[in-house]
């Protein structure tokens, strides 16, 4: 019986919802072909992933499935901003590992999940490089800058930490469970897990309030306060009754 393929990367499609399964390190390119003489191109490629992303239409889902220790920042920022790009509504899932740069890519998702017992890693680049004095400072130089929007990346969305505190972490080399990613804002939720916050819904108006509890937290109280209260007025002009507004009004300060 002849040997079975291993799995690094599924795509499938059922009732407009497109699966598409990360298993294995981004990669630019696959196995050695001895028929070609050349390394084939990776199905967990940039290159792949734009293919597949172009058969899906804008109004389906995507549902991305992630088990990989990451792999090249070239090919997975690519994936990154292609997935964020594309129209669909994508929700992404850990269901091994997102180490590295497939982190990054989990980010790329609207809503971002992670099993029980899976795990993330952040830790800063490297390069394997030669030269001389010059040159290898100039390669450092490039990795700092690098480093910079990876986090800022990550910033976009994070809450509970500074991006100082998220260098530090980075040059440890840390390892996120889904309760520490939840904290730090890096995922939505947690699989089989009730939420508790009453701010964690699809609600819109209840989502708009999310963010300006996020800007109490950075900004001047007086200025947020006057947008929240401009935000308030115009929801109540469409439903005065709204008792969940008031609800996420009092979340904020208790």
Same mark, same amino acid.
């Given at each position: 019986?002849?040997?079975?393929?291993?799995?690094?990367?599924? @795509?499938?499609?059922?009732?407009?919802?497109?699966?598409?399964?990360?298993?294995?390190?981004?990669?630019?390119?696959?196995?050695?072909?001895? !028929?070609?003489?050349? *390394?084939?191109?990776?199905?967990?490629?940039?290159?792949?992933?734009?293919? !597949?992303?172009?058969?899906?239409?804008?109004?389906?889902?995507? %549902?991305?499935?992630?088990?990989?220790?990451?792999?090249?920042?070239?090919? &997975?920022?690519?994936?990154?901003?292609?997935?964020? +790009?594309? &129209?669909?509504?994508?929700?992404?899932?850990?269901?091994?590992?997102?180490?590295?740069? $497939? @982190?990054?890519?989990?980010?790329? %998702?609207?809503? +971002?999940?992670?099993?029980?017992?899976?795990?993330?890693?952040?830790?800063?680049?490297?390069? %394997?490089?030669?030269?001389? $004095?010059?040159?290898? +400072?100039? /390669?450092?130089?490039?990795?700092?800058?690098?480093?910079?929007?990876? +986090?800022?990346? @990550?910033?976009? *969305?994070?809450?509970?930490?500074?991006?100082?505190?998220?260098?530090?972490?980075?040059?440890?080399?840390?390892?996120?469970?889904?309760?520490?990613?939840? /904290?730090? &804002?890096?995922?939505?939720?947690?699989?089989?897990?009730?939420?508790?916050?009453?701010?964690?819904?699809?609600? !819109?108006?209840?989502?708009?309030? *999310?963010?300006?509890?996020?800007? @109490?937290?950075?900004?001047?109280?007086?200025?947020?306060?006057? /947008?929240?209260?401009?935000?308030?007025?115009?929801?109540?002009?469409?439903?005065? !009754?709204?008792?969940?507004?008031?609800? $996420?009004?009092?979340?904020?300060?208790?």
């Amino acid at each position: 019986m002849g040997k079975l393929p291993k799995l690094y990367y599924m @795509f499938s499609t059922q009732d407009n919802v497109h699966n598409i399964y990360l298993y294995d390190d981004i990669q630019e390119k696959g196995d050695w072909n001895w !028929e070609t003489w050349t *390394r084939d191109d990776s199905e967990t490629s940039a290159k792949h992933f734009q293919e !597949e992303l172009a058969q899906i239409p804008e109004t389906d889902e995507i %549902c991305l499935y992630i088990n990989s220790n990451g792999g090249s920042v070239k090919e &997975g920022t690519a994936i990154y901003n292609q997935l964020k +790009r594309h &129209g669909a509504h994508k929700t992404g899932y850990v269901d091994g590992v997102a180490h590295s740069i $497939a @982190f990054v890519i989990l980010q790329a %998702c609207d809503k +971002r999940v992670m099993g029980e017992g899976t795990s993330a890693l952040i830790h800063e680049m490297w390069v %394997c490089t030669a030269g001389n $004095a010059t040159e290898l +400072r100039a /390669e450092a130089d490039k990795l700092d800058e690098m480093m910079k929007s990876s +986090r800022a990346l @990550f910033m976009q *969305r994070a809450k509970n930490i500074t991006e100082d505190e998220l260098q530090q972490m980075m040059e440890k080399e840390t390892i996120l469970t889904p309760d520490k990613a939840l /904290e730090y &804002g890096f995922i939505d939720e947690i699989a089989g897990r009730e939420t508790d916050d009453p701010l964690n819904v699809s609600d !819109e108006p209840l989502q708009n309030i *999310r963010k300006m509890k996020e800007k @109490f937290q950075k900004n001047d109280f007086s200025d947020t306060l006057k /947008e929240f209260e401009e935000l308030v007025g115009e929801d109540k002009k469409d439903d005065p !009754e709204d008792a969940s507004m008031m609800d $996420a009004f009092l979340n904020i300060f208790l």
